[in-house]
């Protein structure tokens, strides 16, 4: 039996806040490996701003150098709005023998009720909280709650930062802020 952890986000861009919180998770549960899925439409959030296509393959650049860590494009491929059920699912068809945890960002904790059929989500993960700046002390029922160094990076950030042309080295990993460069993401000039 392995032990996964599933990262989703939207990840517009991905950031050093998604690898520490992976990293830390894995160490505190013990886990094989994390796959981290981009959405395709983020079904809490407005549209991302950048196509899946390329988020996609920040990530994929992002989880470079880590053994444990995949990238994951079943959400792409799914199309549509990216239910954490619908996801969870189809992996427990393709493998069920993984124990699945998915890791959540402090913010998101006390906002489950409001999931897509979340109980049925809940028979086929076991939730992991990850503490957040500005968040603190949330808990919830069903959640383990994982302490983490508090990094005040969000992906928000890191694109108000580039519109304003302002410095984001070291906020994410140089593969990914490279792939932004090169192809003029967040309108910066390749
Ligand atoms: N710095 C952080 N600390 C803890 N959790 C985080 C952090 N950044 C992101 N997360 C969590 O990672 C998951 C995916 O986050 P997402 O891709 O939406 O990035 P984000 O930084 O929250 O984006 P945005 O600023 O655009 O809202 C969510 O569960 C979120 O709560
Ligand atoms: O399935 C849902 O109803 C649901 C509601 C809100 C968020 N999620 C998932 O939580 C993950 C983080 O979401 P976000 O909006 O912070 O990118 C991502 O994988 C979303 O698909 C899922």
């Known amino acids: 039996m392995k032990r996964v952890g599933i990262l989703g986000g939207t990840f517009d861009p991905p950031h050093q806040g998604h690898l520490i919180m992976a990293d830390h998770v894995c160490e505190a549960l013990d886990l094989d490996e994390v796959w981290f899925i981009p ?8 549209d991302a701003t950048v196509p899946a296509h390329e988020r996609m393959k920040m990530v994929t650049e992002a989880v470079k150098g880590n053994d444990q860590f995949h990238s994951c494009d079943l959400e792409l491929k799914r199309q549509g709005t990216s239910y954490t059920v619908d996801t ?103």
């Open 39 to 46: 959405s395709h439409l983020p079904p809490h959030k407005k």
């Open 88 to 190: 969870m699912k189809d992996l427990k068809i393709r493998y069920p023998d993984h124990r699945f945890y998915f890791i959540i960002g402090g913010d998101m904790v006390n906002n489950l009720s409001e999931w897509y059929k979340i109980e049925e989500l809940r028979s086929l993960v076991t939730f992991a909280g990850v503490q957040r700046q500005g968040f603190e002390g949330q808990k919830a029922e069903g959640v383990v709650m994982i302490e983490l160094p508090r990094i005040d990076i969000s992906s928000s950030l890191i694109r108000d930062r580039l519109r304003k042309n302002l410095t984001v080295r070291y906020l994410l990993p140089d593969t990914v802020h490279n792939y932004i460069k090169e192809n003029g993401l967040y309108a910066t000039k390749p």
